[in-house]
Structure formats: structure tokens, C-alpha cells
T-cell receptor, first 115, second 113 residues
Framework: DAMVIQNPRYQVTQFGKPVTLSCSQT?????MYWYQQKSSQAPKLLFH???????NEADTPDNFQSRRPNTSFCFLDIRSPGLGDAAMYLC??????????????FGQGTRLTVV | GENVEQHPSTLSVQEGDSAVIKCTYS??????FPWYKQELGKGPQLIID?????GEKKDQRIAVTLNKTAKHFSLHITETQPEDSAVYFC????????????FGTGTKLQVIP
């Protein structure tokens, strides 16, 4: 049973047209992450939520925003996609907590194409 | 912040041989080291992990070793099979709070039948 679900699996958007990617989880985890992964590269952390607390990576462009309306859902908004934003976007969750060092669970990703 | 280096970037082995992937990390505060396997078009999946209070961990054909002093950790796959072909990422996470996973650069493993 899928525990971290990303929709859609494939998304095509036009240059400059806002696009939203979604992620849902059934694990009730406190932490949700968004990663960007370009071809043949490691996933790069964009931002994460610990509960409702939003944490942006210093080098994440302002073009990328995120929303977490509740524990189960998290959205990645790309306000004006450029050709360089074409990538696989990965959502992940983790339990969190001060004594937590357990694994992060990844979704299958959304492959974004910008035309 | 944490920096994780991973070698080699590509690795080809004959079916049945062993494969070894090595990583180094920079942040001595890191104490949890997962390894992820990513198949084409899919998200990373955890295959094994190790915590800093353990030097070695084994799960069937997969083993991981950790040298905290040298800040090295390695993945060992024995008796490789074609289905082991994938990209493998090591990662390191700091203690406390929550995981902020810093990935290595990845190793593309090809097992030749």
C-alpha cells in the first residue's frame, strides 16, 4: 500500500504558467519534504515542514513555494516555471521528534516537463 | 552544513560478484546513515541504514560499515543480481529534531548477467 502518494506522476506545463504538485501521506508523520532531482543528480532539498513550521533552504529560488494545509497533505507551487525547472520532484516524510533518526519515506515522484 | 561525497559514480560488475560503494561525510554531528536505491522513474527506497553507535550491519546480501573516526561508510552488496541494477545514494543526517537528509552524488550500478 502506497504511504506517500504524489500526483500527478507526470506533469507538463507551459513556460511561465503556474503549476502545483501534490503529495499526501498516510503515515501521520510530522515532517514532510520536497526535493528536486534533475537527471543523473542527487535529490536536492528545497524545503520541509515540521508540523506547520516551514523551513526553506537558503538556495531555494523564490519561484518555489509550498503549502501544508494539514498533516496529510503538502503542495509544491511553482509560480513561473522555467525550462530549468524541469525535473523529478520528490516528496518524502519522516516521523520527526527529538529522538528520531528513522528513515524518510519517499513518494514515486512527479516528473515535470516545461514546454 | 553536511557534505557527503560518494564514489564511484558508476560501477559495473558481473552477476555474482560483489559491489562496494563508499561515502564520506563532513559533519561529525551526523549519526544516522541510510542507503537508498532508486530505480528508473521511481522514488528512492531505503535498503539499509546504520546508526553511529554501530560499526556494521548486515541484511542478507547487503551490508553497511561505518567508521566514525574517519567519517567513512560503505555499502557492500554480495552475490549481485541483475535486479540490483539501479542508482544507489548514501546519505547522512544530523542528530536531534528531525531528519534533514543530505544525499551523496549517487552511484549507478550495473550488474551484467
Amino acid at each position: 500500500d502506497a504511504m506517500v502518494i504524489q500526483n500527478p506522476r507526470y506533469q507538463v506545463t507551459q513556460f511561465g504558467k503556474p503549476v502545483t504538485l501534490s503529495c499526501s501521506q498516510t503515515l501521520n508523520h510530522n515532517v514532510m519534504y520536497w526535493y528536486q532531482q534533475k537527471s543523473s543528480q542527487a535529490p536536492k532539498l528545497l524545503f520541509h515542514y515540521y508540523d506547520k513550521d516551514f523551513n526553506n533552504e537558503a538556495d531555494t529560488p523564490d519561484n518555489f513555494q509550498s503549502r501544508r494545509p494539514n498533516t496529510s497533505f503538502c503542495f509544491l507551487d511553482i509560480r513561473s516555471p522555467g525550462l530549468g525547472d524541469a525535473a523529478m520532484y520528490l516528496c518524502a516524510t519522516a516521523p520527526g521528534g527529538w529522538k528520531s533518526n528513522t528513515e524518510a519515506f519517499f513518494g514515486q515522484g512527479t516528473r515535470l516537463t516545461v514546454v | 552544513g553536511e557534505n557527503v561525497e560518494q564514489h564511484p559514480s558508476t560501477l559495473s560488475v558481473q552477476e555474482g560478484d560483489s559491489a562496494v560503494i563508499k561515502c564520506t561525510y563532513s559533519d561529525s554531528a551526523s549519526n544516522y546513515f541510510p542507503w537508498y536505491k532508486q530505480e528508473l522513474g521511481k522514488g528512492p527506497q531505503l535498503i539499509i541504514d546504520i546508526r553511529s553507535n554501530v560499526g556494521e550491519k548486515k541484511d542478507q546480501r547487503i551490508a553497511v560499515t561505518l567508521n566514525k573516526t574517519a567519517k567513512h561508510f560503505s555499502l557492500h552488496i554480495t552475490e549481485t543480481q541483475p535486479e540490483d541494477s539501479a542508482v544507489y545514494f548514501c546519505a547522512a543526517t544530523p542528530s536531534g529534531g528531525y531528519q534533514k537528509v543530505t544525499f551523496g552524488t549517487g552511484t549507478k550500478l550495473q550488474v551484467i548477467p
